[in-house]
């Protein structure tokens, strides 16, 4: 076993008060849901709850129950049956998923617009072939290119033909979900293949403090019936929804997502479920939004570590990044100093790859050098191993040093190619380097962008599958368009 | 020490039990009460702003202070020889139908609130006819719109435009604002645009400067 560099930002006992507290927190103030049948089947399960006002408390022994059936192994599946993800991690290492919801789409120009259908086609052709990334999820295209109402039933379509990996979805509106759920299903040859391989998850996130809306307990209750997997979001802004210290916030957010993982493991034992804990906090100067405030990265740390090790239950947060507007340096820095950090940490899966302007923008290009510095963060988890081999221990007290060198050593040839060598990054020196054009790395991450674009396409979904979909597209459009 | 100053300072930290009890002083000891307002009040309020910008002092600093002023007129009040509290107007704000993305919009409604408007905050997910009512039952002169979701700017359009075609019994401006909003839009749909909470109070004095009741 190769061994890690791990972060732990909680003491045993900090550890051990949270898990205390947050159980404390789901017993005693419980959640309000806005569901009466999934209260009304909750409460048949044990639940202490008021149709009324739609206040929901667990109790010890539920949610013991409860945490013992969270699957300890599960897949999430691929469209194309290449890229399958299996939890954990066979070799310890964390999976990647691309930004979910910006808005905005940078092209390589740096032009910034709402998102187009092409650019949505676009991205998953870059994202198709970028080694790091392991997940996608959904451009928020435009409510100009297609219907407003089904902003996500539209995406979906050019998404399940174009993507090679698993999706991950995140409805906007209540009504939207059951379409979502036939059209993954339409792709794979029917609702009973889906729930057998997973191709998709979905996104349903609290409002904080402990709040389910009607759209999220919907997406909770229509995955626990189908067996669709769900990594269940909180999106807590400290000082402005939850508590201003990062402590607060990350405990808040763990709760909120926590009540989902249980109702979840009630409603249907077993189901595969990742934890998903998307802290942000509120500048108190500007009032924005941000995701890269210092203690918010620790904030994150410390859900990663609560359920991770806490509870055996994989966890997800954003682990790429920045507040910025641009492809600058305050961009390399925050994403760079996010992605460490959480490689180091217990996290699953890092999200956001490809987003600035706080998840609010996402650029190829941005994704390219995600890609780039995904591979550092890998190598780093992986860590080093002490042996005599990776030692040298032989060829030292042999004196190769001396006599021939290591250059051409058999321990040299055995692991010289172990070491990471970022594709884009310059290894060379000041002429070499002018007379390739003096490219910054924005440039050479511009330059592999034409190339990539220029390659077919890595997969598409088969003819039969892509009618079928788009059969569930029309009768989306049909009941969730409303005329304008 | 001049109580004026002790007023103003008072503000200025934010301590609504120690600006109310010493308007009471200044009152016993006979100012006028206008006097207080633009002496004590409106200079503690000044001297946070230019902290404010100095970046010195933060948004929940601002709202203590802006709390702490809004105590000290109701105790004015009954004080203003017949005048009353010198509101700048009534604002109804909401977050359009089909966005419940309600933090900005809480922040605008405070900073509001912290301009001296009386603010109708009704809620989130809101529709064209839930807006117009509440323009007609609160008699407001300004109407807040916000919008996070790009998915909500049509309905964020349709809004704007049935409530500029209505005749209110007085003219009613339309403010948007939110994430996907830009200054832009704003033009295209007929609407005043502010970038922040900041921006959208001085935008609505500026918008009603001229009509102070
Ligand atoms: C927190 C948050 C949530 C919380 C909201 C909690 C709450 N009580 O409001 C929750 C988790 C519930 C949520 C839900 C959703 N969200 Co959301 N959310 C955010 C997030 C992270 C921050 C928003 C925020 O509160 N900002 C803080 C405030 C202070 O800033 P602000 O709102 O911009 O306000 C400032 C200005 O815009 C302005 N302003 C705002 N309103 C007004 C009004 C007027 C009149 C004026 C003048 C000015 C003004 O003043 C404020 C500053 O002073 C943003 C990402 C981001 N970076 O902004 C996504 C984001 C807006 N959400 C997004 C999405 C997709 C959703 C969901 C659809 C996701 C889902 N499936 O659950 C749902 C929406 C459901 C619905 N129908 O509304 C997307 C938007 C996509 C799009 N197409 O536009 C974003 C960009 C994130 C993302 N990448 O996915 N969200």
Known sequence: MKSRIKYDVMTKDELNHMKSRMEELLIKRGIHLDHDEMLTELSELGCIVDMETKQLKFTKELIDKAVASVPKEFTLYSPSGKRDLKFPHPEGKFYVRTNTGAPNYMTVDGETHFTKISEVNEWYHIANQMENVDYFTLPSTSGEEVPGDAVDVYTLERALNLAEKHIWLQPYEGENVKYLIDMAAASVGGLDKLRERPIVSFIACSVSCLNYKRMDAEILYRCAKAGLPVQPCSLPTAGANTPVTAQGTAFMAASEVFAMIVMLQLLSPGLPVIATTLLFSMDMMTTYTLQSNTEITMARLICMQLFEQGYNIRAHSYGTGTDSLAIDEQNMIERTSLIHSMAMSDASVLGGAGQLETAKTISPIQLIIDNEIFGIAQRLRAGLEINDDYLGWNEIMDGVDTNPGFIMSDHTMKHFEESHRPDMFNRGGLSKWEENGSKTLQESAVEKYHKLIKNPATYSLDPEKSAAVKEVLKKAHKALVKEQ | ?213
């Open chain 2, 1 to 213: 020490m001049n109580l004026f100053n002790e007023v103003a300072k008072s503000i200025l930290e934010g301590d609504s039990l120690k600006s109310v009890d010493l308007c009471l002083q200044l009152l016993d000891m006979g100012y006028d009460a206008n006097e207080i307002i633009d002496e004590g009040l409106t200079r503690g309020m000044n001297m946070l702003s230019d902290l404010f910008e100095k970046e010195e002092k933060f948004v929940p600093q601002i709202l203590m202070s802006a709390r702490a002023m809004n105590s000290c007129l109701e105790v004015l009040e009954p004080h203003l020889c017949g005048k009353s509290i010198p509101l700048n107007g009534t604002i109804v704000i909401g977050t359009v139908e089909g966005d419940i993305h309600n933090i900005g919009k809480g922040l605008v409604a405070l900073m509001f609130q912290a301009g001296c408007f009386n603010v109708v905050d009704i809620g989130t997910n809101v529709t064209k006819e839930e807006f117009i009512n509440a323009i007609r039952e609160n008699d407001a002169s300004i109407v807040a719109l916000s919008a996070m979701l790009t998915t909500a700017m049509n309905n964020m359009k349709d809004i704007v435009k049935a409530i500029n075609k209505i005749e209110f019994d007085k003219p009613v401006y339309v403010m948007v604002g939110g994430a996907p909003i830009t200054e832009r839009y704003a033009k295209e749909i007929d609407a005043v645009f502010a970038e922040d909470a900041i921006d959208a109070r001085d935008k609505a004095i500026k918008l009603l400067r001229n009509r102070r009741i």
